[in-house]
């Protein structure tokens, strides 16, 4: 019996060594990109509100996020008396591990997928992603408390409203391919010379407001609304198991975002990866120098930046990020300049890009953060049933029409913004008609609500 | 030798836990327990190779079914349910039903012995290199070899859902 499974696990470690290995990486890593992450957006919201933000901690306070993570390590852990001890210390647990499960069915460029081409793909994304939900409802739950119970009520009404709109935003944009392996998906991208989201604008659009009420933030961060909860689920947690729903909200965030990516935006592909096979458009390969000119640049400002520094420490660290930058800069440039090192041009740049790519869209999300106000729970609702989930319903059923238009006239490419173009309009005219109906139909409830007002 | 390892795995989890989802007082225990027994048979689904069954049993039950059902646990009064008397309501029923199942169970476990080449069912999943792709096989039964019955099936739904919605309004 031991030999027996300590075969199996020698037969295990032998057939997925590499995956293992990406994956313990990842883990490790994971919660240093996440706390940058977060210093990027104090200092976005600090931007936005005139402020600096934090500026004491490394210079530029770059080195805010490894205080901060052993501010939350050395924390005093408490649990309340009455909290279920077991499911309150599950909780927090379960929430980080899906959303770094649901990691592992990425594709970060060509080269790097941990779970290898895996038929189910997206679903495998999206459907382990969707466990998260359980810690965020569980922890609310075992915590014993009104304001957590509220916001795992609302997390899970909240989940359960917008996954149907979300599904149908993916249906759409899967339409074009028929596959869900994730790099079939992008490899249809690069074969149709033409992103997703130009074929299926409705489609992003819909996934991009789902998957921020998926991910709980703001302005539908209802679950932890503090000026209403406290912080909703997590009000009873402390230290590392608050800092552990931290880190899933954040992986979460990366996760729509490479499925957005992924599926609508092209995934590793640079912009206009297929042009240069056209007669004319060659110069567009100088976009193959983009990358490492940003490096070059962020390089050169850290420079700038370095006699500025108060400290003679924070100089140093100044330009070790400088030298950081530029050595980036060289590894992104040889591939595109030396021959020896084309072989490895697919999975630099793919990298590149993709990483790029979700950066902008977890980019806008902390935009939206700081712009709109948060909604009520009756106007979210509202927005999931009767505005998303008809809209995205109508988009799929008219993308699927404009499809097979497309294969009838024998449509590629661009070609297929003929038939699609049509049916976004179409889409947005039934918006409108839909927004309209909504109004007439509150404003008569308002009506209604009124005169029994007035005749009680 | 791995491919038994992880069924028995899955398969261990999964009796024991729906075992303890029976057997726990508390509703959101049990929930948790009735959580897991569906994951560990969704992993004996990937054990399969049946990947497109493991996912939907993931989204469906686990991602859907459950998270409703812990919502609406959390809806209802907890203590006032507690103090009530939940077990032990039929016992004979219970008894008799659990016999049948029994019986049938050991009458699977006879015949499968019985055929030729074939032992205890164990199951024993195919390489992965001989099966077609999963989705598109199971699309294509849905869509090809029974698309009436899944086009009743989704007009029953739909039914079942308008009934639904047209109940659940108060004022028409």
């Known amino acids: 019996m031991m030999t027996s499974i300590f075969q199996a696990t020698i037969e295990f470690l032998k057939a997925f060594w590499a995956p293992l290995l990406c994956g313990v990486a990842i883990v490790a890593v994971l919660p240093l990109i996440v706390g940058y992450i977060v210093l990027v957006e104090r200092k976005l919201m600090a931007d936005m509100q005139a402020r600096l933000g934090p500026m004491r901690v490394g210079p530029h306070g770059l080195l805010q996020p490894i205080a901060d993570a052993v501010k939350l390590l050395t924390k005093e852990d408490i649990i309340p008396d009455n909290a279920d001890k077991l499911v309150f210390w599950l909780a927090p647990v379960l929430s980080v591990g899906a959303a770094l499960l649901s990691l592992a069915g990425l594709a970060i460029g060509p080269a790097f997928q941990i779970a290898q081409d895996i038929n189910i793909g997206i679903l495998f994304v999206v459907g382990v992603s969707a466990l998260g939900i359980f810690g965020i409802v569980l922890g609310g739950w075992a915590s014993n408390s009104h304001y957590s119970l509220m916001g795992a009520l609302r997390s899970s009404a909240q989940l359960v409203s917008y996954e149907t709109a979300a599904g149908m935003a993916l249906v759409s944009a899967l339409l074009f391919t028929g596959t869900l392996n994730i790099k079939s998906i992008v490899e249809a991208q690069n074969k149709e010379a033409i992103w997703f989201v130009m074929l299926a604008p409705v489609a992003f659009f819909t996934y991009l407001v789902a998957s921020i009420a998926e991910t709980n933030r703001a302005p539908f961060d209802l679950p932890e609304a503090e000026s209403e909860l406290v912080a909703g689920y997590m009000t009873e947690f402390s230290g590392f198991r608050w800092s552990l729903y931290f880190l899933a909200e954040y992986a979460n965030m990366i996760v729509v975002a490479s499925v957005a990516t992924t599926l609508f935006l092209g995934g590793w592909l640079r912009p206009f990866a297929k042009f240069h096979e056209l007669p004319g458009f060659h110069w ?151 927004l309209a109906m909504e109004k007439e139909h509150r404003a008569r409830q308002d009506q209604a609500a009124a005169s029994d007002f007035y005749a009680g | 030798m791995l491919d038994k390892a992880l069924f028995y795995f899955f398969a261990g989890i999964a009796v024991v836990s729906a075992v303890l989802m029976v057997t726990r007082r508390n509703v959101v225990h049990s929930a948790i327990f009735l959580i897991t027994a569906l994951l560990a048979t969704a992993g004996i689904f990937l054990q399969l190779r049946a990947e497109f069954l493991f996912i939907v049993q993931i989204i469906l039950y686990v991602g859907g079914i459950m998270v409703l059902f812990v919502f609406v646990i959390m809806l209802v009064n907890l203590d006032v349910a507690l103090q009530q008397i939940q077990f032990a309501r039929q016992k004979w029923v219970a008894l008799i039903v659990a016999v049948a199942l029994a019986g049938q169970v050991g009458v699977m476990f006879w015949t499968s012995g019985k055929m030729p080449g074939q032992g205890l069912p164990v199951l024993t999943a195919a390489a992965a290199a001989k099966l077609p792709p999963n989705s598109e096989t199971v699309a294509r039964s849905l869509f090809e070899s029974y698309l009436l019955p899944f086009e009743i099936a989704s007009v029953l739904l739909l039914v079942a859902m308008i009934g639904a919605v047209v109940m659940a309004k108060k004022r028409a």
């Not at chain 1, 962020?298 to 100089?315: A, E, F, H, M, S």
């Open chain 1, 284 to 434: 567009l390969n100088f976009l193959d120098f983009v990358p490492a000119l940003l490096m070059v640049a962020i390089g050169v400002y850290c420079l700038q930046r370095t006699p500025k520094q108060p400290t003679r420490v924070q100089q140093i660290f100044m330009l070790a990020v400088a030298g950081l930058c530029f050595v980036l800069g060289l590894v992104l440039l040889a591939p595109v300049v030396v021959p020896v090192a084309k072989p490895f041009y697919a999975g630099i740049h793919g990298g590149f890009w993709f990483i790029f790519k979700v950066s902008l869209y977890i980019y806008f999300f902390m935009w939206l953060r700081f712009t709109i106000p948060r909604y009520r729970f009756d106007q979210l609702m509202r927005l999931g049933w009767h505005f998303l989930i008809p809209l995205s319903i109508v988009n799929v059923l008219l993308v699927g029409v404009a499809l097979i238009a497309g294969s009838y006239l024998n449509l590629h490419g661009w070609e297929l913004l003929l038939v699609t173009t049509p049916a976004a309009i179409i889409t947005l005219i039934v918006a409108f008609l839909i």
